[in-house]
């Protein structure tokens, strides 16, 4: 069984900050990537930011040179830094394992960008 917990959301104005984090435990085995979904009221879950084992990143195109995703694999923790945060970016943030062996999801947190 794997557990993720996530941590750091909240409410922000636009233009703000916020640090997202997540925390693996349990019986991880064989991780390909770590990462950041987010769904918005009425939309599809939608990948925000990923990152491989090795170091390779994924960004949707609109969050691109603003949230940097970061992993410490010794501690199975990912972390999203949020820049500049828009109202449009408001949604609840899921973090995700992919393993070898399966795919697993946190709770959520919600994020809300005031204009």
């Known amino acids: 069984q794997v557990r993720l917990v996530e941590s750091g959301g909240g409410l922000v104005q636009a233009g703000g900050s916020l640090r997202l984090s997540c925390a693996a435990s349990?019986?991880?085995?064989?991780?390909?990537?770590m990462g950041w979904y987010r769904q918005a009221p009425g939309k599809q879950r939608e990948l925000v930011a990923r990152i491989s084992t090795g170091g390779s990143t994924n960004y949707a195109d609109s969050v691109k040179g603003r949230f940097t995703i970061s992993r410490d694999g010794a501690k199975n923790t990912v972390s999203l830094q949020m820049n500049f945060l828009k109202p449009e970016d408001t949604a609840v943030y899921y973090c995700n394992l992919n393993g070898l062996y399966g795919q697993y999801w946190g709770q959520g947190t919600q994020v809300t960008v005031s204009s």
């Open positions: 349990g019986s991880i085995f064989s991780i390909v990537s």
